[in-house]
């Protein structure tokens, strides 16, 4: 197959490493580019994210050797390729099959099943074929990950289980109350990892109107422009909290924000029983537990989330072994096209070997008799179509189980030899 991926991910290397060899779009089309005059017999793609650099080559005569690979990774980012080797794992053929399909399915991701990773493989191609570095045999290898991904979707349940304690929150939590977060109010009390974590999740599966409050203005301005929200002071947090619909707590306060009393006394009476999910997913808790009990009040603390986790990671690994079953069967799947592909031109050979010789010798019998008639002539030349099949049948077949085992190579070197077929 002539296949190679040298790269990491987060299995073998530091987020310090990934970040000093991570791609952005517009440098891995320099990057690819700049390789595939390099190298012009290579096909490239390249996959860059947050979790893993993988640069995918194939040669049309040989498989790119590892070191050139890891150079050429290196180099674009200024860094010496020692730095790298330990860190670099390199994998050819079948192997590289088995892994790209594992990584679009979300079997090789920090969070298995995150629906990220799908999207991260389809550009990283779009963004080779636009740049016309990627060719036949890196889009088989491509097209047979995307297969997989969708079959991994539509026949597991693995990517409809949420698996991060936010995820879960928006999916499994605040779902039983709200059947869709379009144009709902929610609230963010703080502006940590866990709040955008919470609002890129949130943006996934609605259009809220989002409202950021926190006690240090430049971080609350700059979550807020991020994810298209309005911030607001830290003083406005009981008006805020009066309008919403969802409320999000993630500061690192020593004590709860908001005591039992306050909501009653406050907040409530501006509320008339409209529903309110509060995530408090703060440690210690932001809200007094017994803010609960309001009525219209859905509150869930970290411990409600971690069970929830639980039970979701439960269900995630319940659909594993048919994920890496799937993944198997799309992997010999790619394997064996790859080898009937090889076959084709030696089996176009051998026809075209028997077809000239037959066609010639049909146009000297015939002009030895120019009395044969017109069904005579069809019935003479269907029998030498049907001698000359018979004939191809034995080594085609033999050509063609072969190739399903992957012990095609010597056989097709035999019939090049034997029948000549080198040129």
């Known amino acids: 197959m002539k296949l190679r991926m040298v790269g990491c991910s987060h299995n073998q290397a530091s987020i310090e490493i990934r970040q000093r060899l991570a791609f952005d779009s517009k440098q891995a089309a320099e990057a690819l580019v700049q390789w595939r005059k390099d190298l012009p ?7 860059s994210t947050c979790n893993r650099v993988e640069l995918y080559a194939a040669g049309s005569q040989e498989t790119p050797r590892t ?72 889009h088989d290898l491509f097209q047979a990950a995307l297969r997989t991904a969708k079959r991994v979707t539509g026949e597991t349940a693995l990517h409809r289980h949420r698996v991060s304690i936010p995820s879960v929150a928006i999916a499994e939590l605040a779902n039983c109350v709200f059947e869709s977060f379009d144009d709902k ?28 409050v926190n006690r240090s203005p430049e971080r609350g301005r700059e979550l807020a422009a991020k994810w298209k929200g309005t911030f607001h002071p830290w003083e406005e947090l009981f008006k805020q909290l009066a ?42 808790r932001d809200f007094d537990s017994a803010i609960g009990s309001e009525l219209g009040v859905y509150l869930y603390c970290i411990d409600d989330l971690e069970r929830a986790c639980q039970r979701n990671r439960a269900a995630r690994a319940a659909e594993l072994p048919a994920a890496e079953r799937i993944v198997r069967e799309e992997t010999a799947r790619f394997i064996a096209d790859s080898h009937l592909r090889a076959t084709a031109p030696v089996i176009s050979g051998l026809r075209e070997g ?60 035999a019939l090049r030899r034997l029948f000549k077929l080198e040129d």
């Open 67 to 138: 070191e050139e690979l890891v150079t050429a990774l290196a180099q674009f980012h200024r860094l010496a390729p020692g730095e790298l080797n330990e860190r670099i794992i390199s994998l050819t053929d079948q192997q590289v099959a088995g892994h790209l399909l594992r990584v679009a399915a979300s079997l090789d991701s920090m969070v298995v099943g995150e629906p990220q990773i799908l999207s991260q493989v389809k550009e990283a191609y779009r963004i080779a074929q636009t740049n016309q570095v990627a060719g036949p045999r890196l």
């Open 354 to 413: 028997l077809h000239r010789p037959k066609e010639a010798e049909l146009e000297r019998l015939f002009n030895k008799l120019p009395e044969l008639d017109g069904r005579s002539r069809e019935e003479i030349r269907q029998f030498a179509d049907r001698l000359v099949n018979k004939l191809l049948h034995p080594p085609l077949e033999s050509l063609r189980d072969a190739s399903r085992n992957g012990t095609h190579h010597g056989l097709l070197d």
């Open 185 to 212: 109010q929610v609230l963010i009390a703080g502006a940590g990892d866990m709040a955008e974590e919470t609002l890129r999740y949130l943006r996934e599966v609605g259009n809220p109107h989002i409202h950021v």
């Open 243 to 284: 309008l919403a619909d969802l409320a999000i707590s993630t500061t690192s306060a020593t004590e709860p924000i908001m005591s039992a009393a306050e909501f009653s006394e406050q907040i409530a009476p501006l509320r008339h029983q409209r529903p309110l999910v509060i995530l408090d997913l703060a440690v210690p």
């Open 41 to 47: 017999e290579t096909e490239f793609v390249l996959l």
